[in-house]
């Protein structure tokens, strides 16, 4: 089945650690996003990617820092500089450029703890 | 304003209808949509509208678009407990060559026995 798949579901990371946070997708789709949630707040950009090699920064890249090597995956790194990494992250996918390229789908997330 | 603006919370009885709000910012979005997410999980989209239309109905799901107001509704007939969920209204802003979508805050529903 096609879809998008983020790993790990749940992930601990110590003070002072960079962690990375896996996302694949094999529905050839161009565009792939990274979002943070945190209650209440709604979901804010950390980076975005239209093709391989290139990314924007979103609206709260700080501290986090992105890959795109190959179209299927789109790895958010999170940095020691990120000083509150406690969150959600979601990673969306979509056909490609432009509005006209209707729904984003998402994965399932990832639940990251600082311990 | 600059935000996509949704009301947090919404309680609702079984069996009635629910009616989530929200409020947009780009006179010219193209596609608006409506998300659910359940508990510890993703994103699910549940249906869009193009900004050509006034009305989208789908099942039990019927999104009213007000344009002149850059209003979003979105109606669910006869809820159900699993409809307990957080709703996510969405516009793509048609400023923006990479097509950003700009999410609201998410309206919690929870639906009473």
């Known amino acids: 089945d096609g879809g998008i798949t983020q790993s790990p579901k749940y992930l601990f990371r110590k003070e002072g650690q960079n962690v990375t946070l896996s996302c694949e997708q094999n529905l050839n789709h161009d565009a792939m996003y990274w979002y943070r949630q945190d209650p209440g707040q709604g979901l804010r950009l950390i980076y975005y990617s239209q093709i391989v090699n290139d990314f924007q920064k979103g609206d709260i890249a700080e501290g986090y820092s992105v890959s795109r090597e190959k179209k299927e995956s789109f790895p958010l790194t999170v940095t020691s500089a990120q000083k509150n990494p406690t969150a959600f992250y979601l990673c969306a996918s979509r056909r490609g450029l432009g509005a006209k390229n209707t729904e984003a789908f998402f994965g399932q997330g990832t639940r990251l703890t600082v311990v | 304003g600059e935000d996509v603006e949704q009301s947090l919370f919404l309680s609702v009885r079984e069996g009635d209808s629910s009616v989530i709000n929200c409020t947009y910012t780009?006179?010219?979005?193209?596609?608006l949509y409506w998300y659910k997410q359940e508990p510890g999980a993703g994103l699910q989209l549940l249906t869009y509208i193009f900004s050509n239309m006034d009305m989208k109905q789908d099942q039990r799901l019927t999104v009213l678009l007000n344009k002149k107001d850059k209003h979003l509704s979105l109606r669910i007939a006869d809820t159900q407990t699993g409809d307990s969920a957080i709703y996510f209204c969405a516009e793509v802003l048609t400023t923006d060559s990479w097509g950003k979508f700009q999410f609201g805050a998410g309206t919690q529903v929870v639906v009473t026995p």
């Open positions: 780009d006179s010219s979005s193209t596609y």
